[in-house]
């Protein structure tokens, strides 16, 4: 009986050790090298869509997910992306414009915002963690032309939208 013991561990090491074994790229459950993470990646940059809004000084906002659909981040993420394929983008910055304007309070977030846009985003992923898409780091659109200017010439954004957040028309619900 006590060589069960050993066999077990010895089983289990072998399974531990065995996907250093495995060519770079392959990834397999539950035994996994972690690719995602053990390779540089050959193209790191990241095309989204992001609804912003700007305030009349040209500083801009990322407007939080409960403005384009509901609460949950991925659902809204999924729901403007869906939206600018099939060439909605008008209609979606339209409605956000409105949740915007009956939601804001003044002196409250998002009270300096004039204008929504919807765009399409292609940037350095490292990158735009560390600066662009920083939450806490507001930048006017000059800050952000200047920064990608010094940055990679694959980071751009698109304007698929853009609507004023003032003249936002009364949004009628559906039953």
């Known amino acids: 009986m006590r060589l069960y013991p050993y066999i077990v561990s010895l089983i289990v090491l072998i399974a531990v050790i065995w ?51 509901n609460e949950e981040v991925l659902q809204a993420r999924v729901h403007l992306a869906r939206t600018v394929a099939r060439g909605g983008a008008n209609e979606l910055c339209r409605q956000i414009a409105q949740r915007l304007a009956e939601t804001r309070a003044p002196g409250g977030a998002f009270a300096d915002v004039v204008e929504v846009r919807i765009v399409t985003g292609t940037h350095h992923a490292v990158d735009y963690l560390r600066s662009l898409g920083h939450p806490a780091k507001r930048q006017s659109d000059e800050q952000a032309k200047r920064q990608s200017a010094g940055q990679s010439k694959k980071q751009h954004e698109t304007i698929h939208s853009q609507c004023d957040v003032t003249a936002a028309p009364r949004i009628e619900e559906r039953s």
């Not at 539950?30 to 995602?36: A, E, K, T, V």
């Not at 050959?42 to 989204?48: E, F, I, N």
């Open 19 to 69: 996907p250093v074994s495995w060519p770079l790229y392959r990834d397999s459950f539950p035994l996994s090298n972690y690719p995602m993470f053990s390779r540089k990646l050959p193209d790191p940059t990241v095309r989204l869509q992001y609804a912003l809004g700007i305030a009349a000084d040209g500083t801009r906002h990322h407007l939080p997910p409960k403005l384009i659909a």
